[in-house]
């Protein structure tokens, strides 16, 4: 059984900084491509960056490129999302996901396990 959790949210004022963390159960997380994805209220769950198994190919979703930054340290089964720049519009809650199954990285249907989310509130 796979398990994601993550932790690192809160409230900042805008212009600031956070780190995400997403720690992932089972010896095969090396193996998967992990995403980044986020709700806001009243929205659609939308991808915001996910990074490949060997940690060489990342993926940013336009609205937070050049501010946010994935990354995973395998020895820690750990996959994390450094948010800089921070705007309000970044308020939502945050989940990790492993993604199982081919199919692009941007869309939620090839992710299988799913952590429980973590709320991110920028304060304007």
């Known amino acids: 059984q796979v398990q994601l959790v993550e932790s690192g949210g809160g409230l900042v004022q805008a212009g600031g900084s956070l780190r995400l963390s997403c720690a992932a159960s089972?010896?095969?997380?090396?193996?998967?491509?992990m995403g980044w994805f986020r709700q806001a209220p009243g929205k659609e769950r939308e991808f915001v960056t996910a990074i490949s198994w060997s940690g060489g190919n990342t993926y940013y979703a336009d609205s937070v490129k050049g501010r946010f930054t994935i990354s995973r340290d395998t020895a820690k089964n750990t996959v994390y999302l450094r948010m800089n720049s921070l705007k309000p519009e970044d308020t939502a809650v945050y989940y990790c996901?492993?993604?199982?199954?081919?199919?692009?990285?941007?869309?939620?249907?090839?992710?299988?396990?799913w952590g429980q989310g973590t709320q991110v509130t920028v304060s304007s």
């Open positions: 089972g010896r095969t997380f090396s193996r998967y491509t």
């Open positions: 996901a492993r993604k199982g199954s081919s199919g692009s990285y941007y869309h939620l249907s090839p992710y299988d396990y």
